[in-house]
């Protein structure tokens, strides 16, 4: 799967997690679903609790590259707020 991947800058000069962008899980639903494509049909892989903190490996489209903890995958830019 192909997906626009964010520069790596280094975490000393900007404070930024060391693999990425990081982004804050926000849902109304209280969890954010990680997919396993950047489609909400697609197998959900994992759930994040909101206010959890995701790293932001890239996007494609609407979509962005994740991962938190073990877990990697999707999830909607609805659902996240990138901390820059």
């Known amino acids: 799967m192909r997906y626009h991947t964010y520069p790596l800058p280094s975490p000393q000069l900007t404070g930024r997690h060391p693999h990425g962008t990081t982004a804050t ?3 109304h639903s209280g ?9 909400s ?6 759930n994040v609790p909101c206010g959890a903190q995701l790293v932001v490996l890239g996007r494609q489209a609407d979509w962005h590259a994740v991962r938190y ?7 909607s830019g609805d659902t996240i707020v990138l901390n820059y």
């Open 41 to 46: 049909h697609a197998a959900i892989v994992g």
């Open 25 to 27: 899980a926000e849902s």
């Open 31 to 39: 969890v954010v679903s990680i997919y396993a494509k950047p489609s």
């Open 69 to 75: 903890g073990p877990c990697q995958g999707f999830v």
